[in-house]
């Protein structure tokens, strides 16, 4: 730890050099990027000089002891224990700010939520965390831009897609990709009964127009006539938007704009994301084969979290966590579950960096 705090240092001198020089307007998004950086490791610094000073506080109060007697020692042996809780709060903060940054940290992200299993009330079930997430949204301070929109004939939709932008916008998010359970008597059942239905989410890093090189003549676009539910006519032109890309046979439908232009553009924008994310995902299986796709199949046996009206339960299956808060969650108050993957998260890097 110490080695890559000295080679950091060696990068935070030049970077705080070349702030210096000024110049941002010759390349604007350059010296954002440099900025950023410095500011992260600004933050490294800092927890490693308040390190070096408690062990340095720590190891003088130590020799002192030595010689101390009566009142003197019992103060002293006070700070050193005390001295010693603060190195190891140190030293834990400073492992985390270490970990490698993950390449998404500073993108906006697309998320794409489906129906899955158990027909109209599956559909209804993926409008309640739609809203649940423009509320989270909200509370986040993040902006939220429809991209597409499949209403059921019900209520819900088949399909939504939208853009979250802000901060920490992707260290949050990423974990909500999977499967969604929902345990509760449908509004489509006359009995009474209990029903178990699904909704999938999908969580992709929007990709920059240059990293993803698209070429036209590897994109087949197709335009039709924009239909609401029911599949009542909504346009009297082909707004629609159907792009296939021919090398992966990708597709991407958007008809949510009235213009033919904008929804090519957010069709686009998706198709870009989710060949980025293939792109990772080849890489990733490449390294371990027992990576799975976010989503699984939709089936209840893929199941990342379950929300039981009955019980007023919301439980998240990766981290054994449970609230009975079923309302407050649905509503948008995702924190408390949203901490908890983040740390979950964190402590599995910090035990892969180990190994």
């Keep these: 730890m110490l080695e890559r705090l000295a080679q950091l240092q060696d990068e935070y001198r030049a970077l705080e050099s070349r702030l210096a020089q000024g110049n941002a307007g ?143 916008v992707w260290r949050r998010m990423q974990h909500e990709a999977g499967t969604h359970r929902v345990q509760r008597v449908p509004v489509t059942e006359s009995k009474g009964r209990v029903h178990t239905s699904s909704a999938t989410v999908s969580v992709l890093a929007e990709a920059k127009e240059v990293e993803v090189n698209i070429a036209a003549t590897d994109l087949k676009i197709d335009t039709y006539r924009a239909s609401g539910p029911g599949g009542q006519s909504v346009n009297t032109t082909d707004s629609a938007v159907r792009v296939t890309h021919l090398p992966s046979g990708t597709v991407v439908s958007m008809q949510d704009e009235k213009s033919q232009i904008q929804n090519r553009e957010k069709a686009l924008r998706v198709l870009r994301a989710r060949i980025l994310e293939a792109e990772r995902a080849k890489q990733a299986a490449e390294r371990s084969e027992t990576r799975r796709d976010q989503t699984g199949s939709g089936g209840r046996a893929d199941k990342i979290r379950t929300y039981n009206f009955k019980e007023n339960r919301v439980s998240d299956h990766r981290i054994d966590l449970t609230l009975y808060a079923l309302e407050r969650v649905l509503g948008g108050d995702l924190s408390e579950v949203s901490d908890k993957l983040v740390e979950a998260h964190i402590a599995e890097a910090l035990r892969a960096q180990e190994n």
């Design 26 to 168: 010759d390349d604007p998004a350059g010296y954002a990027e440099t900025s950023r950086r410095y500011n992260q490791l600004q933050a490294i610094m800092a927890t490693g000089d308040q390190l070096a000073t408690a062990v340095e506080d720590r190891d003088a109060a130590t020799e002192l002891l030595e010689m101390a007697e009566g009142s003197d020692a019992e103060e002293l042996r006070s700070d050193v224990e005390r001295l010693g809780v603060r190195i190891e709060e140190l030293t834990a903060e400073l492992q985390v700010l270490l970990l490698p940054p993950d390449p998404n940290d500073n993108r906006n992200v697309i998320v794409e939520i489906r129906g899955a299993e158990g027909g109209d009330e599956a559909n209804l079930f993926a409008g309640d965390l739609f809203e649940m997430y423009k509320n989270f949204a909200s509370m986040q301070g993040w902006k939220l831009e429809m991209m597409g929109a499949s209403h059921s004939d019900r209520g819900g939709y088949s399909e939504v897609s939208f853009t979250l932008a802000g901060e920490d």
